[in-house]
């Protein structure tokens, strides 16, 4: 008899919980404008239960009129309002225990109404841009271009207007990719048929580097297409592609014309040593070229540029022999090239400018 009392108590207590949690009332918002005491349609209005943070949205109707269903609790309920497109145009009202709301009228200014279309603007400008992206990602495999030179990343902010080819292992079918202002490019699968999981290639075409394809040893690399799927947004998911540029400058500190021996620090050994290592294991033909400023110990122009031509081609030997001796990369790979005064790159008549004509470069010619 007890057990069935209490039962009968807690079932009347918690329907009168129930009621409670979800004894609600009408609420009527109305926007206008200030200057014309008219009514504004389609403006956003959201509500924001100020202790649990749970929200409503509605659209004022033809006559500004938004509707809510606020709920009414133990305690008097505290709401916050805003009008969506528009910073700082909020009310903040209470919802009572018992009895009818009444409206709540709210009246925009005409620089409110100046900054709300602006803001709306700017929304659906963005909402086309995310609609775009989506199209242009879903399906996709995304890469962002880096520079890179053999297997070292030389630049690590994207690159934009790199050209890449991509082709199909299966059915040999290419396409050209250019990458974006933000140094994205977007490979669409359907565009060469390409399914997750399906292997395909790529080649650089970038103006220098005369279509370098991405290798490992003599044998070109496959890569395996994952597309991005999105909903929503878009997860971030791409990879870093290392686009190759054919040349590099070597670090070597002194290049004076009095200076006739290369000092090899650790920093140029440690590029000499991934050199050797990219000729073992691809097997590129690589120029070391050497060049010099313009000026020498000989006054007679002629004289001058031959003495300057046997001292780069000195250095560019010394690199190459470098590499041969202490390293092991195979001579056959390798081609040291003088060229003295020839094809500055700064101004000659200026010490910045020599200092930059004097350098020694490592090129990848294939």
């Known amino acids: 008899m007890i057990r069935r009392l209490l039962t009968l108590v807690a079932m009347v207590l918690s329907a009168v919980a129930a009621r409670a949690a979800i004894d609600t009332t009408q609420l009527s918002v109305v926007v206008l404008s200030k200057e014309a005491d008219t009514p504004l349609r389609g403006l956003e209005v959201i509500i924001v239960d100020d202790s649990t943070s749970a929200s409503q949205t509605a659209l004022t109707d033809t006559i500004g009129k938004a509707i809510f269903n606020v709920v009414r609790g133990t305690r008097v309920a505290v709401y916050v309002m805003r009008i969506g497109i528009l910073n700082g145009a909020e009310k903040v009202f209470t919802v009572p225990k018992e009895g009818l709301m009444s409206p709540i009228a709210i009246s925009l200014s005409k620089e409110q109404m100046d900054e709300a279309k602006a803001n709306l603007d700017r929304q659906l400008a963005s909402k086309?841009?995310?609609?775009?992206?989506?199209?242009?990602?879903?399906?996709?495999?995304?890469?962002?271009t880096v520079r890179g030179f053999l297997d070292t990343v030389l630049v690590e902010a994207a690159i934009?207007?790199?050209?890449?080819?991509?082709?199909?292992i299966a059915t040999g079918k290419k396409v050209s990719l250019t990458s974006d202002a933000d140094g994205?490019?977007?490979?669409?699968?359907?565009?060469?048929?390409?399914?997750?999981?399906?292997?395909?290639?790529?080649?650089?075409?970038?103006?220098?580097?005369?279509?370098?394809?991405?290798?490992?040893?003599?044998?070109?690399?496959e890569f395996e297409f994952q597309s991005v799927k999105t909903n929503d947004n878009w997860?971030?998911?791409y990879s870093y592609l290392g686009v190759p540029v054919p040349t590099k400058r070597l670090p070597i500190t002194n290049l004076d014309p009095s200076v006739k021996?290369?000092?090899?620090?650790?920093t140029l050994k440690a590029d000499l040593a991934r050199i050797a290592d990219f000729i073992k294991r691809k097997q590129y033909t690589v120029e070391i070229q050497a060049y010099t400023d313009n000026t020498g110990t000989e006054k007679d122009a002629v004289k001058r540029a031959s003495a300057n031509k046997a001292l780069s081609q000195q250095r560019a030997d010394a690199i190459v022999t470098y590499l041969t001796k202490q390293l092991g990369a195979d001579a056959k790979y390798l081609k040291a090239i003088g060229y003295g005064e020839e094809f500055p790159i700064a101004d000659n008549t200026t010490d910045q400018g020599r200092k930059i004509n004097r350098r020694v470069v490592v090129k990848v010619t294939r």
């Open 235 to 237: 997860n971030g998911q």
């Open 160 to 168: 934009p207007n790199e050209t890449v080819e991509f082709i199909s």
């Open 261 to 266: 021996t290369i000092e090899f620090t650790d």
């Open 184 to 221: 994205y490019i977007w490979l669409k699968g359907s565009s060469i048929g390409l399914k997750d999981g399906d292997k395909f290639s790529m080649t650089s075409m970038h103006v220098d580097s005369e279509k370098i394809p991405f290798q490992d040893g003599n044998n070109v690399m």
């Open 128 to 144: 086309r841009e995310i609609e775009q992206l989506k199209e242009r990602i879903n399906g996709s495999m995304v890469f962002r």
